[in-house]
């Protein structure tokens, strides 16, 4: 058994006595970090320059900083309450301070969105790599010490671990890290229990041996980290509509975490419990001439066989798609069953269920490995044993279990045979981040239930390549894999992870892996949704670019692009064939300067004009197109709830409007000229004000911010509800 401590301090000296002051540390991304060991090993490293401490990890997540004192009134309190006590990891804040010691290296491989831009150790120290790629990288660069954090049931010898939120590094790295200790290599594995932590079971179940050292007590329980809902525009409505349109009933769901990938889920739930409504809003949106070819590999009706997730992130909206009855279709880990189905078998069965194992390749003698799978998943009864080649109902007469012999086969469908397949997931996936209340239901689903979530390693969610390739492919029909990018050129390149520059937005995580996949699946789509413009310190740009020097994916693994304004399809397609698509969904006051770009390069014919059913792509067809359904309750600003108050929510629109309109030295004039100006203001604000501690401004800076604030109040002021029709 492991050792058992309830001290951090205690914990990571006996990792030093172990293995000196050269520590190289691997941590999950995101919630799986143990904030606590990791913040104890950069202390002692701070004060220590003999210990040379390198960290690697990925997506490691500060709280929310304010921007300008005016905004802190509203994020202060805002962060205070909805992120509790997390505890940041305190080598990230100093990457951003730019404090880190000479002595300590932090390396990571996905950077929290934004948050490092001109941070230079994060970016000296950024590792490109495909999320697929990642395990195989650490142990060559020297790692020592592993920590996680984990979910845990019961103690001592009756202690069950699991991996909780991140399985997806792990679960692959494991097998490494066991060859390398019989070889004789010493590496230290650390966990840190966490009470927060949903105890996720399947590959995440972890055998508490493996761990040297468990750090457990409830002191360490700090708030896990818990990103509040985004708001959701005319413009992530739109292309959350628009993809869903692409979704096949009875197919495969890759989808991310933001504000598309929440559009996206929710124009999924509206197809699905409202169609007209809908449909009707495609409509509105001018979405049928453009998409029609395309969305005919997808659907426009309810999803009578529901969907499969296979999905790197398991994001909260695939929560809501399960409570929906939306993902529903249910994979299993037995390959001659995935044949059945495929073929036509439903999960309630007959007789004929085993006429179709013969035919989809099982026996026709089942061995026990066969067998055991096939009761697990139900085809078999409970209490059904194996034993030399035979089958029988606990205490029942011995059958020959072999599938050819008709006589036999028919023994076991009487004596034998289940009636519903069992232990199947609608969903796989590597790791999970998400708002406070998709952990509490994680936490408190029924056990058969959340069993239906596969927690894995990405080298399995996120490739097709292994031993169990036609598993995976048979499990994933008809996937449409849905990212986003922040730009994407005329000839299809996309750009999701990083600038011109070289400074890294991001990381590529897994889009490669799953763009590659797309083109190897029968029947798969890789569908990347990007804004059509960008909108910095007042002045807008078009996100659809002639050319950029920097491609995450290149043009050659081009697909299907969903702006706003529709739908492109680029697979298959010649160069002028793909500038006249992504022209289409281009916005309309940036589409002849696009076009002129390429036919200055040769690549579209002179004499080329873009139709006149795609020169409307402006904000205001999308406004006009969903404002009579926002009217009736569709289309809100938080379709999922948000832990925002109704002031807040008014706030945080008042402050976008302020920030969008003082840039630059005219507007900004006019802006506080315009406030200034304004009378005392009136009792309609007085519940905001009060929030943003300006009811009773002191001094003129403070009465300036009150009445820049009711001017941003006023400006925005809006029908929408907070949260769902």
Known sequence: MPEI?????NCVEAVLRRVGPRIVLALPLGIGKPSPIANEFYRRAQRDPAIDLTIITALSLLKPVARSALEQRLVGPLVERVFGSYLEPEYARAMRAGTVP?????IEFYL?????????????????????????????????????????????????????????????????VEAARRAGRDIVMLAETHAQMPFMGGHALVDPQMFDFVLDHPRYDYDLYAPPNAALGDVDHAIGLHASALVRDGGTLQVGIGELGDALVYALLLRHQQTAAWRGALAALGAGAASGAVAAGGGDGAFVRGLFACSEMFVDGLLELYRAGILRRRAYDCLVLERALRAGQTERFGASMLDALLAAGAGPELDEDTFTRLRCHGVFREGTEFRGGRVRMRGGEWIAADLGDARARRQMAEECLGRELRNGQVLHAGFFLGPR?????????????????GMRGVGYVNQLYGEDQELRVLQRRDMRCINTAMMVTLLGAAVSDAL????????????????????????????????????HQGRTTSNIRWNYAHAT??????????????????????????????????????????????????????????PPQFRDNLPGRLARGLGALRARGFFSEYPFGTDLTAEEVALARALRFLEA??????????????????????????????????????????????????????????TRAPASA
Not at 102 to 106: C, K, L, M, Q, S
Not at 566 to 577: M, S
Not at 683 to 694: C, D, E, F, I, V
């Open 553 to 610: 994916l290149p043009r050659h693994l081009r697909d299907i692009v969903v702006t706003e304004y529709g739908i492109a399809d680029l697979r298959g397609r010649t160069d002028e064939e793909v500038i006249v698509a992504m022209l289409n969904v281009a916005d309309s006051r940036f589409q002849e300067e696009l076009l002129a770009r390429a036919q200055a390069a040769g690549k579209i014919g002179a004499d080329y004009r873009i």
């Open 5 to 9: 401590l309830d001290d951090v301090g």
């Open 112 to 176: 929290a969105p934004g948050a490092f831009l001109g941070a230079a150790h994060a970016q000296r120290n950024y590792l490109s790599a495909n999320y697929t790629q990642v395990a195989r990288e650490l142990l060559p660069r020297g790692v020592n010490v592993i920590a996680h954090l984990v979910a845990r049931r019961g103690a001592g010898g009756q202690m069950q671990l699991s991996l909780g939120s991140n399985p997806d590094i792990t679960a692959d790295l494991l097998p490494q």
């Open 661 to 718: 309109h003082t840039h630059g030295g005219p507007a900004r004039a006019r802006l506080l000229a315009a406030a200034l100006l304004r009378g005392t203001p009136g009792k309609p604000h007085a519940a905001a004000l009060q929030r943003m501690g300006l009811a009773q401004p002191r001094g003129l800076a403070e009465r300036l911010q009150q009445r820049l604030v009711v001017l941003g109040l006023e400006a925005t002021a809006q």
């Open 500 to 535: 011109e520059s070289g400074q890294v937005v991001s990381g590529v995580g897994g889009q490669y892996d799953f763009a590659a996949m797309a083109h190897a699946l029968p029947g798969a789509r890789f569908i990347l949704c990007v804004r059509a413009t960008r909108t």
């Open 437 to 453: 209340g998709f952990y509490a239901a994680l936490r408190e689903l029924p056990e058969d239930q959340r069993a239906q979530f």
């Open 102 to 106: 000479a002595n300590v290296r932090i």
